[in-house]
C-alpha cells in the first residue's frame, strides 16, 4: 500500500464530490470540468485575458450536462475539483504516483484518474516548456537570480486583526519573471521537495 498522499486532504465534501463524479457524470463530461479548471486557474495566475463573458459561458454549459445534479451539488464538485487542480499545480509528482493517490486514496474511478492525470501533465507541460527553452528574442528562460522577502496580510478568517505572514520568492530568467506567494506550511513542503530533488540528483550523478 502506498503511502499517504501530502498533495491534498480527505474531506467529507471531497469524498462526496468523488461519488458525484464515480455515479453521474460521464468521462466526457468529467474531462470537460478538468480543462475548464486547468485553463481558468492558470489563466488567473499568469494573468490570461479570456474573458469573462467566455469563462461563465462554459460554466453554464457545464451546468446543463450536469443537470442530474442539484445546484449545491455542483457548487460543491467544482469547488473540490478546482482544490484537487489547485493543489497539484503546487506539488512535484511522478504521475504514476499522482494516479494513485486519486484510485487507490481518493477512490476515484480509473478513468477519471487517468483523466485528472492527463490533463495535469498537458498543464504543467506548459509551464515546464516554457521554463526550459528560449524565447523568440534569443533571451535564455534559465533561472538567473532569486530572492525573497516576507510581508504579512491580513487573515480572510472572521478574525480580521489577525496577520498571516507570507513568504514571496521571486524567480527570474533571461526573459520573465515568476513570483510564488507561500505560507509557513506551504513553504516547508517546498523545501522538503527541493531536498528530494537534490537526492535524486546526487543519485544519478554517482551512477554517471
Same mark, same amino acid.
Given at each position: ?9 480527505? %474531506?467529507?465534501? /471531497? ?5 458525484? +463524479? !464515480? ?5 466526457? +463530461? ?12 492558470? !489563466?488567473? =495566475? %499568469? ?14 454549459? /457545464?451546468?446543463?450536462?450536469? =443537470? ?9 464538485? *467544482? ?18 504516483? *499522482? ?12 478513468? @477519471?484518474?487517468? +483523466? ?22 534569443? #533571451?535564455? !528562460? ?6 525573497? @522577502? ?5 487573515? #480572510?478568517?472572521? &478574525? ?10 521571486? /524567480?527570474?530568467?533571461? #526573459? ?10 506551504? $513553504? ?7 531536498? &528530494? $530533488? ?11
Amino acid at each position: 500500500m502506498s503511502s499517504p498522499p501530502n498533495w491534498f486532504t480527505i %474531506t467529507d465534501g /471531497l469524498a462526496k464530490t468523488v461519488a458525484f +463524479c !464515480n455515479e453521474g457524470i460521464t468521462d466526457e +463530461c468529467f474531462s470537460n470540468m478538468l480543462e475548464y479548471l486547468f485553463r481558468t486557474i492558470d !489563466n488567473s =495566475s %499568469t494573468g490570461g485575458n479570456q474573458s469573462q463573458t467566455d469563462t461563465e459561458a462554459e460554466l453554464e454549459n /457545464l451546468r446543463a450536462a450536469t =443537470s442530474q445534479l442539484s445546484e449545491q451539488e455542483f457548487k460543491l464538485t *467544482m469547488q473540490s475539483l478546482a482544490y484537487l487542480v489547485k493543489r497539484s499545480l503546487k506539488f512535484m509528482l511522478k504521475p504514476s504516483r *499522482m494516479q494513485t493517490d486519486l484510485r487507490n486514496h481518493l477512490q476515484l474511478t480509473e478513468n @477519471k484518474s487517468n +483523466c485528472f492525470v492527463k490533463h495535469w501533465i498537458q498543464s504543467t507541460k506548459i509551464v515546464l516548456d516554457a521554463l526550459a527553452t528560449a524565447d523568440d528574442d534569443g #533571451s535564455s !528562460n534559465q533561472l538567473e537570480d532569486v530572492s525573497w @522577502k516576507v510581508r504579512a496580510q491580513l487573515s #480572510s478568517e472572521p &478574525r480580521q486583526k489577525d496577520k498571516l505572514a507570507l513568504g514571496q520568492l521571486e /524567480l527570474k530568467t533571461g #526573459s520573465r519573471t515568476i513570483n510564488l506567494e507561500l505560507n509557513s506550511a506551504e $513553504i516547508v513542503e517546498f523545501y522538503n521537495q527541493l531536498e &528530494r $530533488i537534490q537526492v535524486e540528483l546526487d543519485a544519478l550523478n554517482a551512477k554517471a
